[in-house]
C-alpha cells in the first residue's frame, strides 16, 4: 500500500489531499467528501481497508477544514458569496484529477454528512463521471427549516459580519442532535454509540470547530441548492447509489431521512438505488468495532457488486 499526502492547488485554494494506493493497479478510485467540522484523516482507516479490497481512494480537507486552512481566520469559515461554490470547485478539481490520473478506471463519489449533500448535488450537476455514488448519513433536508435559518444567519451578519462565529447558532446546530437521545454523556454523542469514538472527535483539535456565519450562509443554501436539484435529476438511468445510515442517527431522523432520498431518486426512475441501515448513530465508519466492520464490508462489497455488474 502507499499512501501519500500533499496540497495541491486548485484554482485559488490550497487543498490538503491524501491518496491511497495499492501495491497493483487498483480495480477502481474511491473518492471522499468529509463531513462538517470534522478533516480527512479520519477516514484513513476506512482508506487503508479499500486499499487492501484492491480499491484506490482520494480523500481531501474541505475549504475551512483541516489542513486546508492554513490561517487561524480561514478555520471554519467559508465565503458568504462563494463558499458553496468553493467547496465543489474543489471537488471537482479532484476529480479531473484522478480521472488524468487513472483515466480507463472507474470512480465511485462517497460523501458523509455534509460531504453526502455535496455529493449529491455535485453527482447531479456532473453525471457522467463516475460508477455510482455513496452517500453515508445523510439527511433530507426541510426546506422551510433552511430557509428560516438563512433568515436567522443574514440578520446576524449584518450586526456582526461573515466572520463572526456564533455560541448560539454553533449550539443550536450541534447540541439540537443530541437533544433527541434519551441519555447523553457528551453534547457529541449523537455522532456514535462508542464513547471512545467520540471522546476522539472532542481532543481533535480539528474536529468540532466552531463555524462563521459565512460558512453557515453557504452550506443553508447549498442545501437549498441540492435539494432544487434533486427535483429534477439527470444522472443516468442506470446510475446506481447506496444509501448507508445508522438506525440511531438523528440527522437522517432515525432512518426516515435516507428513505425519502430512496423514495425520491426511485420516483425519478432510478431504481438502482439501495440502502442499508445499520445499528449504529451518525457516523457508521466511527461506531462499535462490529458496526463498523459491517459499515466496511457494506460498502466495499457494494462497490465490489457493482463492478462485477451483478445490478
Known amino acids: 500500500m502507499i499512501e501519500n499526502s500533499k496540497y495541491i492547488t486548485i484554482k485559488r485554494h490550497n487543498v490538503f489531499l491524501t491518496i491511497f494506493m495499492p501495491l497493483s493497479a487498483p480495480i477502481a478510485i474511491v473518492q471522499i467528501n468529509h463531513g462538517l467540522a470534522e478533516h480527512s ?3 484513513f482507516e476506512f482508506a487503508r481497508y479499500l486499499c487492501q479490497k484492491g480499491f484506490g481512494v482520494y480523500v481531501h480537507d474541505h475549504p ?3 489542513k486546508s486552512a492554513l490561517m487561524p481566520n480561514q478555520m471554519g469559515h467559508a465565503s458568504w458569496k462563494t463558499g458553496w461554490d468553493n467547496l465543489l470547485e474543489v471537488i471537482h478539481g479532484i ?3 484522478i480521472r488524468k490520473a487513472h483515466p480507463s478506471v472507474p470512480v465511485f463519489l462517497l460523501g458523509h454528512s455534509m460531504g453526502s449533500l455535496l455529493s449529491r448535488y455535485y453527482n447531479a450537476t456532473y453525471p457522467m463521471y463516475f460508477k455510482g455514488m455513496i ?3 445523510t439527511a433530507n433536508p426541510d426546506s422551510m427549516e433552511l430557509k428560516a435559518s438563512l433568515a436567522i444567519v443574514r440578520i446576524l451578519r449584518l450586526f456582526y459580519g461573515e466572520y463572526y462565529k456564533s455560541d448560539w447558532m454553533n449550539n443550536y446546530f450541534y447540541r439540537n442532535y443530541n437533544q433527541k437521545l434519551s441519555k447523553t454523556r457528551t453534547h457529541f454523542d449523537w455522532l456514535s454509540s462508542n464513547p471512545d469514538e467520540v471522546d476522539k472527535y472532542i481532543d481533535d ?3 468540532g470547530l466552531g463555524l462563521t456565519l459565512g460558512f453557515y450562509k453557504s452550506l443553508l443554501q447549498g442545501s437549498l441548492q441540492m435539494l432544487k436539484t434533486e427535483k429534477n435529476l439527470r444522472i443516468r438511468k442506470n446510475f446506481s447509489t447506496l ?5 440511531k442517527d438523528p440527522v437522517g431522523n432515525f432512518g426516515k431521512g435516507p428513505k425519502a432520498m430512496r423514495q425520491k431518486y426511485m420516483e425519478q426512475g432510478y431504481f438502482n438505488t439501495y440502502i442499508t441501515l445499520l445499528e449504529g448513530r451518525h ?3 466511527n461506531e462499535m468495532p462490529e458496526i463498523k466492520r459491517q459499515a466496511f464490508e457494506a460498502i466495499a462489497n ?3 457488486d457493482k463492478l462485477k455488474g451483478n445490478f
Open 41 to 43: 484523516q479520519r477516514y
Open 64 to 66: 475551512g477544514h483541516g
Open 95 to 97: 476529480n479531473k484529477t
Open 135 to 137: 452517500i453515508s448519513g
Open 205 to 207: 483539535p480539528l474536529c
Open 243 to 247: 444509501i448507508i445510515s445508522g438506525k
Open 283 to 285: 457516523e457508521l465508519l
Open 302 to 304: 457494494w462497490i465490489d
